[in-house]
């Protein structure tokens, strides 16, 4: 943290940067460059999103994240199987009754909670979309709907009794105030159950409320794609990318993405599946690789750009000494490659599936119900076949 | 517990501030418990923006959220002790203070208020009472009840905020859109009321507020802030020369020409035009003799 606390004077407001801020970077028209101790070095925007509680949080490894779950699954199997100990030593049971038990109350595998929440998480979706919330609102319910599940099992706290409570908190988190009585109205809920489990909420969130979604890096991409190939895109095609990118982050939000990529990665990787051309073209032309590492064809690219007008070549000098020793479009398009595979991998959860494991959800906290239904369908066997006899 | 409750040192209308120590460390702290019960609504917005905004920032010039915990269903944010501000310093005129501890304090404001805005997050309510001192004399920009995100361009936002002697003039306009350049201007006033030591612009109502800004800096014109005129209110001023510079000079006598330039930048009526954090940071003003005064040996406490 102390890179951003003992900086203060030169820093570039990530806000405002602009053609004009980055001018005074360049050491002709910037005397106060040669004052800079030797190590000077600008915050950038990289080291704020660092400094969030989104990156310093929640976000993971691959390894981490399954680790994570793992043990989230863990304790509430513990929890699960003490409490089907206790009723089994509590209750007189038939040996069928054994039976079923051993059968159908089993607690949930790690694989099948993932499943059961990224099927509710879609249906977080869906309301909120429903209930015409803005975007970034809508984001953000599902990141806090997902977020919660990673600290708390299906088995202690039903993910349907959740939705709205974070539809109701990301609202509020994104300063879009609704009455709670407004919200249950529209929502067809009601306010007990909305705010059972705000705190809740609000605590398996470790009091981390801001939220950056992939919206804002692509308003940024759309704007710099068209500066940066000026003249070499169409604005109507770039239109129509913009929304179809904008679908594509919608569906990558409800994916492990989040924990893997930074927003601007997920959205890079979106603009990859709509036209891989014209984003290795921009990435070439913004991140020039130095080194000369690039492939043929590429150098070519960056060989048309040197002979283009001069406010390119002014640009793209600029970002060469930005960017030079950070970004490299190689590894940069290697990193989004990666995401994109992610965000296209089917989630290939079925209503059947998941009412399967809803069942299986129910059954292992209420092991009553399956003795229940047992005995039911047995009394039934027996009456029907009373029937038969008198018959 | 980790932490305790010693002394009950404040209330407010959604809050109850405690003073109080740290069990582990002994550090003392300040404990302020949101009300949770009293909201039908559930958590209350100023305190989840309170929560969402802290999280987010760690710098020596912004409040230190240390921890957060729940007890009896209720919220409690543990912040870092601040024994003073700046208000009750400005206001006790048993305490003396030069323009070089003007300068130290100006200078910490506004990294603690560049900070924000470069993490895309604007104050709205920056006044004397919203910046303590830390036992070292370290400025601390305070209660973030009422900050937001830095709008994109099509959000309607509530002109309704920052209170009223700090209000920057597109908010007196009743603007739907601003910008970050409103903390600035507050920041522009709390530095003529430092070399003041009375409030600058003290409007006794909203109408009256436009009255003695205007009066003060003069009635913006469309040659300066274009379509300014077009603004529902506009019609009913009083229009006002700005000041000349002599005028300026002898109000604020102490004051250099940088720090007038400085001050001046930052209370220009069209944000536009107003200075950035970042222009402030690199003003003329910080490079000119006195160096700010170290923070830790300004006499605060009387």
């Known amino acids: ?101 051993e059968a159908k109350a089993i607690p949930l595998t790690m694989e099948e909670e993932l499943n059961l929440v990224n ?10 979309q429903h209930l015409n919330l803005p975007t970034e609102v809508v984001a953000t319910s599902i990141s806090f709907f997902r977020r919660f599940f990673l600290e708390n099992s299906v088995m202690q706290i039903d993910p349907k009794s959740i939705v709205h409570t974070t539809i109701f908190l990301a609202c509020k988190s994104e300063n879009y105030f609704i009455s709670v009585d407004s919200f249950a109205q529209k ?154 595979d992610l965000i296209e991998e089917p989630n290939p959860l079925s209503t059947e599936d998941a009412k399967r494991i809803a069942a299986k959800n129910y059954y292992c906290q209420n092991p009553s119900s399956l003795v229940q239904k047992l005995k039911r369908k047995m009394n039934e066997d027996t009456s029907t076949a009373e029937k038969r006899q008198k018959i | 517990m980790e932490y305790t409750k010693e002394k009950k040192v404040g209330e407010g209308t959604y809050a109850v501030v405690y003073l109080g120590s740290q069990h582990s460390t002994g550090r003392k702290i300040a404990v302020k418990e949101i009300k949770t019960s009293e909201f039908k609504d559930g958590l209350d917005m100023s305190a989840i923006r309170e929560v969402k905004y802290l999280q987010e920032m760690q710098h020596p010039n912004v409040i230190e959220l240390v921890d957060i915990f729940m007890a009896y269903d209720n919220l409690n944010l543990v912040l870092e002790f601040l024994p003073t501000d700046l208000e009750v310093v400005i206001k006790d005129k048993s305490i003396l203070f030069t323009p070089a501890d003007i300068k130290a304090w100006m200078l910490m404001t506004l990294r603690g208020v560049y900070h924000c805005h470069r993490n895309f997050i604007l104050h709205r309510d920056l006044k004397p009472n919203n910046l303590l001192f830390s036992p070292d004399g370290q400025i601390k920009v305070a209660d973030f009840g009422l900050a937001r995100a830095i709008p994109s361009p099509h959000e309607i936002l509530t002109s309704n905020v920052v209170t009223r002697w700090y209000r ?71 229009i006002y020369p700005p000041p000349s510079r002599d005028e300026l000079r002898k109000r604020f006598i102490a004051a250099s020409e940088y720090a007038l330039n400085f001050m001046c930048g930052m209370l220009t009526m069209n944000p536009q035009k107003r200075l950035t954090a970042v222009q402030c940071l690199e003003s003329d003003y910080f490079k000119e003799l006195p160096p700010p005064s170290d923070p830790s040996t300004i006499k605060i406490r009387s």
Not at chain 1, 3 to 11: F, P, S, V
Not at chain 1, 119 to 128: D, G, H, L, P
């Open chain 1, 119 to 128: 099927f509710y998480a879609k249906k977080v979706q869906v309301i909120a």
């Open chain 2, 168 to 238: 920057a003039p597109e908010l007196l306009f009743g603007a739907k859109h601003y910008t970050s350049a409103i903390d600035i201007w507050s920041v522009g006033v709390i530095f003529a009321e430092l070399m003041l030591r009375i409030p600058y612009l003290p409007g006794q109502n909203d109408v009256d507020q436009m009255e003695v800004t205007f009066r003060a800096l003069g009635t913006p014109t469309d040659r300066d802030w274009p379509e300014v005129s077009s603004f529902m209110t506009y019609n009913k001023l009083q």
């Open chain 1, 187 to 340: 929502a067809k809920s009601n306010r007990e159950s909305i705010l059972k489990f705000e705190f809740k909420l609000l605590e398996s969130l470790k009091f981390s409320l801001l939220n950056h979604h992939p919206y804002k890096p692509l308003h940024g991409f759309f704007l710099d794609i068209q500066n940066i190939l000026y003249g070499k895109v169409d604005l109507n095609y770039m239109g129509q990318i913009y929304d179809r990118c904008k679908k594509r982050i919608s569906g990558a939000l409800l994916s492990d993405v989040v924990y893997f990529y930074t927003p601007p990665q997920i959205t890079l990787a979106a603009l990859l599946i709509e036209d891989e051309a014209l984003v290795t073209r921009y990435l070439e032309m913004k991140f020039p690789n130095v080194e000369g590492i690039q492939e043929p064809e590429a150098k070519n690219m960056t060989k048309e750009a040197q002979n283009d007008t001069s406010k390119t070549e002014k640009d793209k000098k600029q970002n060469t000494k930005d960017e030079k020793s950070s970004i490299d479009a190689v590894k940069l398009l290697a990193v989004i490659r990666e995401c994109k």
């Open chain 1, 1 to 101: 943290m102390t890179d951003i606390q003992t900086d203060e004077k030169g820093a570039s407001n990530p806000a405002t940067s602009s053609a004009a801020e980055k001018e005074k970077e360049t050491p002709s028209t910037s005397p106060a460059e040669k004052n800079k101790p030797p190590n000077y070095k600008r915050i950038s925007d990289d080291d704020i999103y660092r400094h969030s509680s989104q990156y310093r949080m929640w976000s993971y490894t691959r390894e981490q994240l399954q680790e994570k779950r793992i043990d989230t699954n863990a304790r509430a199997v513990a929890y699960i199987e003490e409490n089907l100990l206790k009723f089994r030593e509590a209750h007189d049971l038939a040996e069928e009754e054994m039976k079923v038990l």
